[in-house]
């Protein structure tokens, strides 16, 4: 039987170029879908999936981070006062325990690999998750949980994977199948953005890991990969004929994020999701539809 992960890795120091100029003084995980930031879903997923420390790798300007997962005394005796007890308790859920939660500074920009080394020292030798909030996933049962289920069986190092079309797979890292067990895969192989028409498989890696403490050696030499950045993808690829690598082909949603157009399109389907704007929503958009093609 694998450990228990408890522990997870939340690389959130990049600069969100693509958002600006909101991400100017917003950092993006703090952006909101209906009325929870990208974080926040995050945070949910992780919990839901047994994580009891939350490791934040960050960087300059994200200082509204640590802010937002701050109790907020003020506001609280505020919401009492005036007796509203759901926004209260709305609020109360976003709060994090003193040491459950912790910040580590990445001072450069080299990579997710080294974004996720900057927390070596608080992981020491346990498996861990590493969760990139710009992946959002909706689903019955949270992603990282359907995860921990099946590295309690497999152990090793577990990725999310799902299929994407043949030419968006240089926008991942791709899987190079050993063997296709149906929601699992055996990995082989694993290339970090490979060049058009030469990724192994359309098999993606999405922002979801369960990794042993391993990586962290191979992350030691920080050695440069795709786009001159220290990837993670190949310090777990080195794993291949260590630990063992997964592919977990999860059961839900995923929303890229990082990416206005997934953006938008989380926006809507978790708007539609609520039953106090669904109505309003679902209306709006039928209208809208109706009139961009009796305009065509
Ligand atoms: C990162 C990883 C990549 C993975 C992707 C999933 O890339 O490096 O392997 O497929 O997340 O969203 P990024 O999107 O940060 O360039």
Known sequence: MSKKVTKAIFPVAGMGTRFLPATKSVPKEIMTLVDRPLVQYAIDEARAA???EFIFVTSR???????YFDHAPQLEAELRRKGKDKLLEILQSTDMDSGEVAYMRQHRALGLG?????ARRLIH???FAVILPDDVIAAEKPCLQQMVEAYEETGGNMVAAMEVPPEKASAYGVLDVREDMGSMVSVKGMVEKPAAGTAPSNLAVIGRYILSSNIFNNLNSLEEGAGGEIQLTDAIAKEIDGEGVYGYRFRGQRYDCGSKAGFLQATVAFGLEREELRDDLEGFLQEIMASRKAAE
């Open 61 to 67: 300007g994200k200082g509204a981070l640590e802010d």
């Open 50 to 52: 047994g994580i009891k």
């Open 125 to 127: 030798d346990e498996p």
């Open 114 to 118: 080294h974004a996720v080394w900057c």
